[in-house]
């Protein structure tokens, strides 16, 4: 599958194609679709941010070029039902729950039926519950889009897949969203989170009461009480958007306003005493095995298959140790050390070689470059003591990690 360079080229699109940008180019990309009333699934990945859990990952759907849905996977019930209960406050009623988790369970019953098909019952079923409005669920939606669109459209490079599909696969009942007064709303509200930046750094601060201004300030006791009320549970910024059904960033704005009055204190988020290890290897089942293990001992991993992408996420990250495969086509792991040794901050931290191979060679040149060595289970029998060794190789370097 080869990459298109030239996208600003008009052409009917009848077939799947890729594409990279950089950050603050995809708007542009976007618009090319909206252009070409495609219909289909653009799949976005975003290396930079590690890991192979959903977060580096993005799907929108379109259909005649304007977007009928957003999120972590292509389109299904559950993801329509989850955008739902985040923006509509009555589906967060403790009965409306109990019935949804019986819609649920039904659902899962009936996998032969297309999404598209189930997603349309979903629909008549809340209907029937008098639930909502059609308005509540369009502008539930609407909100879900431009939230991803604030995660994902603006900060990081990537690359994008277009999966061409039929109008029935995308079929929701709901009219789309033109792309281009989504990009218009998504660039206002990329001006106002920089505003709102100096006041709330981040949606996973924990607001605090501040009595002693609230108690004396001219405020009625229901003024008081809801103050108090609004951040009783702990909760951070993100939670309470959540639990109240609101779009983030009304939220912040809100917040912002109270901290400005001194009326609330913005505590940062808890640093995490979780380790994050960043395991390279051009393998993807050496990778998910790796990370399926070691996140059962309590740790925090983040897998790469590539060593650049490896190295363009070092800024943005802390990492506690690297394991890092010695045998990767073009860069080796030998050179990878020496690229990470490069950085003063990551002089000190640990690097543990991994390999198949258990020759005298590899041996001597990871001592020579500092690391210690790990050699891949090469049978059956070799697991038991790999899963030992590696345990016992994190527990004594993280201990150290953690006194530094």
């Not at 889009?145 to 009942?173: H, M, N, R, V, W």
């Not at 060595?373 to 953690?402: M, T, W």
Request: one cysteine or more.
């Amino acid at each position: 599958m080869s990459f298109h360079t030239d996208l600003d080229v008009p052409m009917k699109i009848l077939q799947p194609y890729t594409f990279k940008f950089q950050a603050q180019e995809l708007p542009q990309k976007l618009c090319q679709v909206s252009q070409e009333a495609l219909t289909g699934y653009l799949l976005f990945e975003f290396p930079i941010l590690g890991g192979t859990d959903s977060m580096n990952r993005w799907c929108l759907g379109v259909s005649q070029g304007q977007v009928v849905f957003s999120g972590n996977q292509k389109l299904s019930w559950q993801v329509f039902l989850k955008i739902f209960q985040r923006y509509i406050s009555r589906l967060q009623n403790a009965d409306v729950r109990y019935a949804l988790v019986e819609l649920e369970k039904r659902f899962m019953q009936e996998k032969q039926k297309g999404q598209s098909v189930l997603f349309l019952e979903l629909m008549h079923e809340l209907q029937q519950l008098g639930l909502f409005t059609m308005e509540e669920l369009r502008g539930a939606l609407r909100l879900g889009i431009l939230s991803d669109f604030d995660t994902y459209l603006f900060k990081y490079p990537g690359q994008a897949k277009f999966i061409p599909s039929t109008p029935l696969e995308l079929q929701t009942s709901l009219s789309g969203f033109d792309i281009e007064d989504l990009l218009s709303q998504a660039k206002e509200r990329q001006v106002w989170w920089k505003k709102l930046r100096t006041t709330i750094p981040s949606m996973e601060s924990v607001p605090l009461i501040n009595s002693e201004v609230v108690n004396s300030a001219n405020l009625t006791n229901q003024q008081k009480l809801w103050l108090k009320t609004l951040v009783s549970k702990g909760q951070t910024l993100n939670d309470i958007a959540s639990s109240l059904a609101q779009d983030s960033l009304e939220i912040a704005k809100v917040f912002a306003s109270l901290i400005d009055k001194r009326f609330i204190k913005i505590q940062s988020p808890p640093v995490t005493s979780t380790p994050e290890i960043f395991v390279v290897d051009d393998s993807p089942l050496i990778l998910k095995q790796f990370e399926t293990l070691v996140t059962t001992w309590g740790y925090s991993v983040r897998a790469f298959n590539d060593p650049t992408t490896l190295l363009q996420s070092i800024p943005h990250s802390n990492p506690a140790v690297f394991f890092l495969d010695i045998n990767m086509p073009g860069i080796t792991g030998f050179d990878l050390v020496k690229q990470i040794r490069r950085q003063p901050q990551l002089a000190s931290v640990p690097i543990i070689m991994l390999t198949a191979e258990q020759t005298l060679t590899n041996n001597w040149r990871a001592r020579w470059s500092g690391c210690q060595f790990l050699s891949k289970p090469l049978a059956p029998n070799d697991v038991s003591r790999f899963k030992q060794g590696l345990r016992l190789l994190l527990s004594q370097l993280l201990l150290i990690h953690q006194s530094s």
